[in-house]
């Protein structure tokens, strides 16, 4: 695909042509034609998942048009979902039924196999920091060019303590916490990741009003931890620093100049690749009211985690849950973020730069089958 003008990265969104009615759900036997159906049958050349014990996790037989449309991607491309324990991705990216269970100890590797597959979010890193020693446990069961993108922990990224149901309690003394980020995060990261480190994600979880009320107070300090960072290069030459946040106040116009010039002064202090990372999520504006904050910082890399189907609203992860399960087809299609997400890929790796994508299930119904929807849209571009 040839690079695109830098303008063109981040014009005027066209919109997609609508999903057709009544087509067949998308899956991966079904690459070759359009698949963007709600229709809730499995599509009739998904194999059946056979029923049958395993004593190790395969992956679905090699797919000879996901494998050629692999090959026209862009090399510094890297998509995948947020986690790879999900037995309704039997015949998309499992050659059978697994156990839950046996897919989260043992399914990495089968998911690393998938063509379209090259990277993952590691978000249990959010919920307790992983050591040097679990994060080269993951490593060692990708490729050489698989790269992780990682959520930093809420030990420094959330501003509140908060209860078993994610009540706040009372403010975090840690949150954006310098040593803590680096002791807990970046370098065991670095350790164990080595040059599979993508994205490293600060993503701050939702702010106490107390800290909205002063949000320059807080983007200050943002800049001052993300400009402290250590090096990534060179144990992590593909290595990315990316900031999510979950409140749009942050891209109102008198708070998002500060947070680009914070997040630029932070690139220039680090020399890291400092970004922002574009949070697709109904708590955040939808993607095209995003990308000013992208062109503010261009050049750089692209860092986007797609979480969650707008339809749904912002504390929609259940309601999402219940109706996607078992995430084995997109009940959802989402086809417009999927052309301009398309349009900002391209541009940023047409112009050298990295990409880091990944997808939740829950924002159309199938993680798998939506990288693969975006990979069309790459390679059949509408824009």
Not at 147 to 165: N, T, W, Y
Request: hydrophobic share 40%; glycine share 6%.
């Amino acid at each position: 695909m040839p690079a695109p003008s830098q303008p063109s990265l981040f014009d005027e969104p066209l919109t997609a042509t609508p999903p057709q009615t009544g087509a067949e759900p998308a899956t991966a036997a079904s690459i070759g034609a359009p698949a963007t159906s709600t229709g809730p049958s499995r599509h009739p050349l998904l194999p059946t998942a056979p029923k049958r014990r395993r004593t190790a996790v395969q992956p679905a037989p090699p797919d000879a048009a996901l494998l050629e449309l692999a090959a026209r991607l862009p090399p510094r491309l890297r998509m995948g979902a947020s986690s790879w324990h999900f037995p309704g991705w039997a015949g998309l990216v499992w050659d059978g039924d697994y156990a839950e269970s046996q897919l989260s100890k043992a399914g990495l590797a089968a998911y690393a196999a998938h063509p379209l597959l090259r990277s993952v979010s590691l978000d249990r890193a959010f919920y307790r920091p992983l050591s040097a020693q679990q994060y080269a446990h993951y490593a060692a069961q990708v490729p050489d060019d698989f790269r992780f993108v990682v959520k930093g922990p809420s030990l420094v990224c959330d501003a509140l303590v908060r209860a078993k149901d994610g009540r706040g309690m009372a403010p975090n003394p840690a949150f954006l916490n310098l040593d803590l980020a680096v002791r807990e995060f970046i370098e065991p990261a670095l350790q164990g990741l080595g040059h599979k480190t993508g994205a490293l994600v600060f993503q701050l979880s939702p702010l106490p009003r107390t800290l909205l009320n002063d949000l320059p107070a807080l983007i200050e300090r943002i800049s001052h931890l993300l400009a402290a960072l250590p090096p990534l290069a060179p144990a992590a030459p593909d290595g990315v620093i990316a900031l999510e946040v979950r409140d749009a106040a942050f891209l109102t116009p008198a708070h998002a100049p500060l947070l680009a010039q914070a997040l630029r002064t932070a690139r220039q202090a680090s020399g890291n690749p400092v970004t922002y990372c574009l949070g697709l999520h109904a708590k955040m504006p939808p993607i095209e009211e995003q990308l000013p904050l992208l062109r503010a910082l261009w050049p750089g890399p692209l860092v986007c985690r797609w979480n969650l189907h707008r339809r749904h609203g912002a504390y929609g992860y259940e309601s999402a849950k219940a109706q996607y399960a078992p995430f084995d087809r997109l009940q959802d299609p989402d086809p417009e973020t999927r052309t301009h997400l398309a349009r900002v890929i391209t541009g940023t790796c047409g112009a050298g730069q990295n990409a880091y994508v990944t997808i939740n299930n829950k924002a159309e119904g199938c993680a798998p089958l939506s990288v693969v929807e975006l990979a069309r849209a790459l390679d059949n571009p509408i824009f």
